[in-house]
């Protein structure tokens, strides 16, 4: 089993910026990519950014250029950097984790799941 736990999550203005953290304890060897999903009422869960152990990265085409995700495989901790933040950013993040790579996550989510964390970027 893993655990995945958000953090960095709050109120800003459009144009600020916000960094998210997730933390995998547990198994996390049975881990490859870990990325951000996010849901805002009356839209559909969607894929944010994710990245594999590798390194490589897999971004939603609305935020390639403003987010960067990065991890630190030895303290098993993932980020989520979000600069130029627009309302429609506005959603609870979610910490995913999974077992395959940034791309398959991109299509299905991993097994895992964290608490979520709202960002609200106000106008």
């Known amino acids: 089993q893993v655990q995945l736990v958000e953090s960095g999550g709050g109120l800003v203005q459009a144009g600020g910026s916000l960094r998210l953290s997730c933390v995998a304890s547990?198994?996390?060897?049975?881990?490859?990519?870990i990325g951000w999903y996010r849901q805002a009422p009356g839209k559909q869960r969607e894929l944010v950014a994710a990245?594999?152990?590798?390194?490589?990265?897999n971004y939603a085409d609305s935020v390639k250029g403003r987010f960067t995700i990065s991890r630190d495989n030895a303290k098993n901790t993932m980020f989520l950097q979000m600069n130029s933040l627009k309302p429609e950013d506005t959603a609870v993040y979610y910490c995913?984790?999974?077992?395959?790579?940034?791309?398959?996550?991109?299509?299905?989510?991993?097994?895992?799941w964290g608490q979520g964390t709202q960002v609200t970027v106000s106008s």
């Open positions: 995913n984790a999974g077992r395959w790579t940034a791309q398959v996550m991109g299509i299905m989510p991993g097994d895992y």
């Open positions: 547990g198994s996390t060897f049975s881990i490859n990519a």
């Open positions: 990245i594999s152990r590798d390194f490589t990265t």
